[in-house]
């Protein structure tokens, strides 16, 4: 079965400054990858995916992410926070054809003015 | 198009009192999924349903749990008899499944349940 890690559960930036949030996955497969993010007491909304293609994957809201095949990794960037960003981000894998993903513990995201 | 909604937003009950969550998803998806978020962690999957036939269901859902998605439109998740440890966010996503086309999931808002 696959297993998502996100090693991060908090991550405390200032207004403005960059940000990476770090996923990696296990799995023999290179599965879809996805992004989500949830505001308190909300659901969640997709930032990004990844398929197939292009390995850099732009989004919504102004992030981005890199898929690494030989790190497994699919970390999720953006260049420049806003306080609006302040929120829990969620990493998930999905095996192709399965239709169910997988979802990380999730890494909040502190945004100090 | 208003998006996933979820019925009631909050609910909280007593131990050994059942209750029951409605979702409606947006209106042309075909695929229904369920999933349940403890505080801290993300969502696990619990069932999916493609229009009224139920495809899959985690190892989560126990005996207790019933989900039904008569019309292929809306769904019901139901837990009977609640233990404290039902208390959580419990989510509900759409998709639309088309052949040979890898879908997205749209969550609704949640309804959070306490049992006390």
């Known amino acids: 079965a696959q297993s998502v890690t996100q090693p991060d559960i908090h991550i405390t930036v200032s207004e403005g400054a960059s940000l990476e949030l770090r996923c990696n996955y296990s799995?023999?497969?290179?599965?879809?990858l996805f992004w989500y993010v949830q505001s308190p007491g909300q659901g969640l909304q997709l930032l990004l995916k990844?398929?197939?293609?292009?390995?850099l994957v732009q989004g919504i809201k102004g992030f981005e992410a890199e898929f690494k095949r030989s790190q497994s990794s699919f970390n999720l960037r953006k260049p420049s926070v806003h306080w609006s960003d302040a929120a829990e981000y969620f990493c998930?894998?999905?095996?192709?054809?399965?239709?169910?993903?997988?979802f990380g513990r999730g890494t909040s995201l502190i945004v100090h003015p | 198009d208003t998006g996933v909604s979820q019925d009631p937003r909050h609910k909280i009950t007593k131990r050994g009192q059942n209750v029951t969550f409605r979702c409606d998803p947006i209106?042309?998806?075909?695929?229904l999924y369920w999933y349940r978020q403890t505080l801290g962690q993300g969502p696990e999957f619990l069932t999916y349903?493609?229009?009224?036939?139920?495809?899959?269901k985690s190892r989560l859902l126990s005996d207790r749990f019933s989900a039904e998605r008569p019309k292929g439109s809306f769904s019901t998740l139901e837990i009977q008899h609640t233990e404290q440890g039902d208390s959580a966010m419990y989510l509900c996503?759409?998709?639309?499944?088309?052949?040979?086309?890898?879908?997205?999931?749209?969550f609704g808002p949640g309804t959070r349940l306490l049992v006390l």
């Open positions: 990844y398929f197939s293609g292009d390995t």
């Open positions: 998930a894998v999905e095996i192709r054809g399965s239709y169910i993903p997988t």
């Open positions: 996503a759409s998709s639309l499944s088309l052949a040979g086309v890898q879908e997205t999931q749209y």
């Open positions: 349903f493609q229009n009224e036939a139920q495809l899959e």
């Open positions: 209106s042309e998806h075909n695929r």
């Open positions: 799995y023999g497969a290179t599965p879809y």
